[in-house]
């Protein structure tokens, strides 16, 4: 992956251009509530309740972190911290890294927002759905993506550090998380108010979303993913959620004249009508691995559907 610029104190006055690529690891900060040019609020105003918290308790790396909690901030809180992306992008594949830490009995919250100019309060543009860890404090050790096509849910380690990796591919119209090593299935990005898709990844929003929020943030990174794109250009063919036992999303990028599903004897089960996308029953399919094949009269692809 691409590094372009680490973040010192001497950069924060460094206006970011359209998909501008950094790192920062907090260790630029002094203990406190930040506001610049990578951490701003859900409103856009540096008014010490709403703003992300830097501290030097714990850390992933070096000596500080940033905290995120219910009731840290100068006026009481909840934080509702936006890491921005810049002007944003919108083109190609871009991923967000970062290590979290959610001590037992705490949770934790983020979303993806689209644009996020003048500031995300403005625009309620929300890319992904809400990215829960442990929500409540009813669900330890467990997390969930609410996105439109259902609950995906995964699982992290508590009292511990772990890696978080968010993929927005905007060529293939998808996002995905990896948490703690595993890639969650892509869902679609989100739309606006107007249900017009979002066209633009303008940061990530962590929130206190319950008076049990409290969580730590380090070594952020957000950089162009080549590999991403490689990878899913491919995958301009999706099925989702996978596995499932229901209801399936079937999507391609563009219009294809056949879409059949086959099990692994080579025996054509199940035909879709051409189409963008859309959601098809396959309850009544028996359980087990199945290859869903898309033409258009040219080539083929084909994307394994696991029904469980």
Request: hydrophobic share 40%; net charge negative; proline share 3%.
């Amino acid at each position: 992956m691409k590094k372009l610029y680490s973040l010192t104190l001497a950069a924060l006055g460094f206006s970011f251009m359209c998909g501008a690529q950094f790192t920062d690891d907090m260790e630029a900060y002094d203990d406190g509530p930040i506001f610049n040019e990578v951490w701003t609020t859900w409103d856009g105003t540096d008014d010490g309740e709403q703003n992300a918290i830097v501290v030097s308790t714990i850390s992933s790396s070096g000596d500080k972190s940033v905290y995120i909690s219910a009731g840290e901030g100068t006026t009481g809180g909840p934080q509702d911290a936006v890491l921005k992306f810049g002007d944003g992008v919108s083109s190609g594949a871009w991923s967000a890294k970062w290590m979290m830490y959610i001590p037992a009995d705490s949770s934790a919250y983020f979303n993806l927002q689209g644009n996020i100019t003048p500031n995300a309060n403005a625009n309620l543009e929300f890319l992904s759905g809400n990215v829960t860890f442990n929500a409540a404090n009813g669900s330890p050790d467990v997390g969930g993506d609410d996105n439109a096509e259902g609950i995906t849910s995964f699982v992290f380690p508590s009292d511990e550090w772990f890696e978080v990796i968010a993929t927005v591919n905007f060529d293939a119209g998808i996002y995905s998380l990896t948490i703690n090593g595993i890639e969650t299935a892509a869902a679609p990005i989100g739309t606006t108010s107007t249900n017009a898709a979002i066209t633009v990844w303008g940061g990530i929003d962590f929130y206190a979303a319950d008076t049990a929020n409290g969580y730590y943030i380090d070594n952020v990174e957000f950089y162009s993913n080549p590999l991403s794109v490689e990878e899913l250009s491919s995958a301009d063919f999706l099925v989702y959620p996978n596995p499932a036992n229901s209801d399936v999303t079937i999507y391609s990028s563009q219009a294809v004249s056949e879409i059949s599903i086959f099990n692994l004897l080579g025996e054509e089960v199940l035909t879709v009508d051409r189409g963008i996308s859309q959601k098809i029953d396959i309850s009544h399919l028996e359980l087990g691995y199945y290859m869903v094949q898309f033409s258009n009269g040219l080539d083929k692809k084909t994307v394994k559907l696991i029904k469980q």
